[in-house]
């Protein structure tokens, strides 16, 4: 199904009677209804190889507006950003004065870094945020949580709201480092996110480990 080490480390789930059934189920909800992603960039985020994951950022799921979600979590290939993309550029920026060109919200650049760009749940349905919170994904990333989790060299964990806070019981290998907060989309931001400074915090703790730091 991938076509990295994910079909080795994730074998044992992807074999599951729950996982093929919910494939079965996205499938069917593709003809039926308006999805997003589109159908061949559902499972984008594990293009970046399970070895070379340094950073997770985890949020809910993807965005629900025509052209915005491609399977990156966060990142869209549309030029005008969703408000919670323009929120992460505004808290970059004032964490480290990085400033993001806003017709540009391709996130692309720290996938190739190392960086996993996951949602808790990988579809939804058309202006319907969480309505697939309950169709079988977040069983499946508490599995990928699990498995990153097992990993020898230490890993920053960015949780981003309350469905991506859930998987921090997961989180238990004291290597790795977790950062959570409020997520971005504008009805929280206010409430942790903005002055959570992950960025600075991701590449101190990387630097510490003797890992390269992330060039956001």
Do not use: C
Request: hydrophobic content about 35%; proline content about 5%; charged content about 25%.
């Amino acid at each position: 199904m991938f076509y990295n080490d994910w079909d080795i480390v994730l074998n044992e789930e992807l074999n599951k009677e729950y996982f093929k059934n919910l494939l079965n189920n996205v499938s069917n909800l593709y003809k039926e209804k308006i999805i997003y992603p589109p159908k061949k960039d559902v499972f984008n985020a594990f293009r970046l190889s399970y070895k070379d994951v340094k950073v997770v950022i985890l949020g809910q799921d993807p965005y629900h507006g025509e052209g915005e979600a491609h399977g990156f979590a966060f990142s869209t290939l549309n030029t005008k950003l969703p408000p919670s993309l323009k929120n992460i550029y505004k808290e970059l920026y004032n964490d480290l004065g990085i400033k993001k060109d806003y017709n540009n919200g391709n996130l692309f650049d720290w996938v190739k870094q190392g960086v996993m760009l996951l949602n808790t749940g990988l579809t939804v349905e058309k202006d319907k945020p969480n309505s697939h919170k309950d169709i079988g994904w977040h069983e499946f990333t508490d599995t990928v949580i699990k498995k990153l989790n097992e990993k020898e060299r230490p890993v920053v964990f960015i949780l981003w709201g309350n469905n991506a806070r859930e998987k921090k019981k997961y989180i238990t290998n004291p290597k790795h480092l977790i950062i959570e907060s409020a997520h971005p989309s504008p009805f929280s931001a206010n409430n942790g996110f903005f002055g959570s400074k992950p960025f600075s915090k991701t590449n101190a703790f990387l630097e510490k480990n003797n890992i390269k730091k992330i060039n956001w």
